[in-house]
């Protein structure tokens, strides 16, 4: 590794990500371009471990993102997260294969309607912009959005580079033919 290529993975193993954290998945990929990697490593920890989002919903959200991408690895790496901090097993199943979780909690829901239409129509309504502030927010609805678009950067990332889960752990999904 070159010193820029040194210098981003000491500053991912400096943060909350940990000493042992391993260049895998997309840390991998921005080993290739450090300069790159160190920007969107920094906005990741503050998506993940400072966001006003709470863990549950921020977990929550990144699973609705990996599903939508079809990102395994996201995926392999979020599930587990996010059942523990408090996302109910049927409502990640539900997710899992493609339906909307209709027993998630009701704050979930509105985060699962709010990523549906941003992903989908781009943009969201009224109604559902007003949910997820109730339950967010202005502050948690800026940074509900940050979230959602670094984690479709990572998932891009993860599927041009084909970034998958270790082989002994199964795919989330069946992959596109």
């Not at 490593?41 to 503050?46: D, K």
């Not at 006003?52 to 993102?65: H, K, Q, Y």
């Not at 800026?142 to 479709?152: Q, R, S, T």
């Amino acid at each position: 590794m070159n010193e820029a290529q040194h210098t981003l993975l000491r500053a991912m193993r400096s943060g909350p990500r940990g000493a042992a954290l391993k260049p895998q998945g997309p840390f991998a990929v921005w080993l290739h371009a450090p300069e790159y990697g160190q920007l969107a490593q920094a906005l990741g920890g503050f998506c993940r471990y400072q966001s006003s989002v709470p863990a549950r919903l921020s977990e929550f959200a990144i699973l609705c993102t990996a599903r939508l991408w079809r990102a395994q690895f996201e995926w392999y790496v979020h599930a587990s997260i996010a059942e523990k901090e408090g996302v109910k097993p049927t409502t990640i199943a539900d997710l899992r294969a493609g339906r909307a979780p209709k027993s998630a909690a009701k704050d979930e829901r509105a985060v699962y309607d709010f990523v549906q239409e941003v992903y989908k129509a781009k943009r969201v309504s009224e109604r559902t912009y007003q949910r997820v502030l109730a339950v967010l927010g202005e502050k948690g609805v800026v940074e509900l959005v940050g979230i959602l678009g670094y984690y479709a950067s990572v998932a891009m990332t993860l599927n041009v580079f084909a970034m998958l889960p270790p082989e002994d752990a199964p795919l989330a999904f069946a992959e596109p033919q």
